[in-house]
């Protein structure tokens, strides 16, 4: 009873709002959010029909509620580069995040580390078979593991670290990247020094294979869980850049004109190579082929990219 | 002076409401660090939290989620009831989580010099 006295109360709130689908979708959030406070109020010994109309009161003015929450998402022609351009590179240069010392120092210590790891292995290679000590296997065996701690470490220091276009990562989460990446480095690293001097590839997967499989099931697991962590201009900038990609989809005679003057370009160049080719030799043909890149290239900037300037041009009124 | 005193409790109220209203996108943020909420589990929680004196308007709220959906540092999904309304459930993106710290330290730094600021007696 009460769902239907809502449903049309909502419909008459709508009522005149021309329906896009971001207004429906808004609409069909907030039906949701309407037949919770209804039950909450009928729960609380308020008449169904009263409670619907409470609700839907509560709401406000929604056409005012319509226009608030889908601001600016105002049609802007689809090719023109609008402000959020401009303003990326500006902003860009506003969020500008100096390096801290700290980290600098720290990734530098870390790739000593790595580095250092191998130096027992290289150590024991490098000597002739007679004068290497046994002493120093289980090092050179057991170091390189290190290598797995150090790659962690500028993994999990660099995902913490605010970017100009990323926010740093929480460090729980930044943390459990870094222990996956030291598992899968030191995996592969402790494993491929033990097939080297062992000199048979099966001791790798014995020694190597449990710590790779279970740091890349948990780096996976990672992957596919990460949310957002670029800063809003970026978001801004990618979206920019979708609407400009999509000018041929906009534009069906400027695509067909780009696909003929494709086919000229690659037909020209082909015949330019052979003609090279056969007279001046087959080395020089090379540069008709990189022309012919240079030409493509060139023709899809000036069609995909250069269409505001032209129009512009096309639109100014003769004197 | 009994008018005047009632026009500053209104007037007190309006600037507390100001005030919360500045801080809506950083409010939702808050409520949504422990797990995903939908949109009347959200409006209910700073409702209750603020103990029903000041209330934000959920068309503030629908506005904010629209603006921090835009801006990443919140996700948005439907979820599967099968009856009634389905859900819209926002869940915090790891931007959300470093946004919202930065606007929580800010805001103590702030409140500590606006303490100290009217509390100035002149010399």
């Known amino acids: 009873m009460t769902n239907i006295s809502v449903h049309r109360l909502l419909d008459d709130a709508f009522a005149g709002i021309a329906v896009t689908p971001d207004v429906q979708d808004l609409k069909e959030e907030i039906r949701a959010n309407l037949l919770d406070r209804v039950a909450e109020l009928t729960a609380q010994g308020v008449g169904a029909d009263d409670a619907a109309r409470r609700a839907v009161d509560e709401l406000g003015d929604v056409r005012a509620l319509v226009a608030e929450a889908t601001a600016d998402d105002g049609a802007r022609s689809p090719a023109a580069p609008g402000p959020a351009v401009v303003d990326a590179a500006a902003a860009a240069a506003r969020q500008r995040v100096p390096v801290r010392p700290r980290y600098v120092v720290g990734v530098i210590v870390a790739s000593v580390v790595i580095l250092l790891a191998f130096v027992p292995l290289i150590w024991i290679l490098s000597l002739t078979a007679e004068r290497a000590e046994a002493g120093w296997v289980p090092l050179a065996l057991a170091a390189p593991y290190l290598a797995g701690l150090g790659v962690g470490w500028i993994v999990a220091a660099s995902l913490r670290r605010e970017t100009a276009a990323h926010y740093a990562m929480p460090w729980r989460r930044a943390a459990a990247y870094g222990c996956a990446t030291a598992l899968l480095a030191a995996g592969a690293a402790g494993g491929t020094v033990s097939a080297v001097l062992f000199a048979r590839p099966s001791a790798a997967f014995q020694l190597g294979l449990p710590l790779v499989v279970a740091g890349g099931a948990w780096l996976a697991y990672l992957l596919a869980t990460q949310t957002n962590r670029r800063k809003p201009w970026v978001l801004e900038l990618e979206r920019e850049h979708a609407q400009v990609g999509n000018r041929f989809e906009h534009d069906p005679v400027a695509a067909a004109r780009f696909g003929i003057y494709t086919v000229v370009v690659w037909g020209v160049t082909a015949a330019v190579f052979l003609a090279v080719g056969f007279t001046a030799g087959w080395l020089w043909a090379l540069t008709a082929v990189l022309l012919g890149f240079a030409a493509q290239m060139l023709l899809l900037a000036r069609m995909l990219f250069g269409g505001e300037g032209r129009s512009a041009h096309r639109v100014r009124p003769v004197p | ?123």
Do not use: C
């Open chain 2, 1 to 123: 002076m009994q008018p005047a005193s009632d026009l500053t409790g209104g007037k007190a109220d309006a600037f507390a409401a100001d005030l919360l209203r500045g801080h809506t996108d950083t409010i939702v943020l808050g409520v949504l660090r422990a797990r995903d909420r939908y949109g009347f589990e959200i409006y209910k929680a700073i409702r209750d939290a603020t103990g029903g004196d000041y209330e934000i308007k959920e068309a503030t709220l629908y506005a904010a989620y629209r603006r921090l959906v835009k801006d990443g540092l919140v996700e948005a999904y439907w979820g599967d009831e099968s009856q009634g309304g389905r859900r819209k459930y926002y869940r915090i993106t790891d931007a959300g989580r470093a946004v919202y710290r930065r606007n929580v330290d800010a805001w103590v730094a702030t409140r500590s010099t606006i303490d100290s600021l009217l509390d100035l007696k002149g010399s």
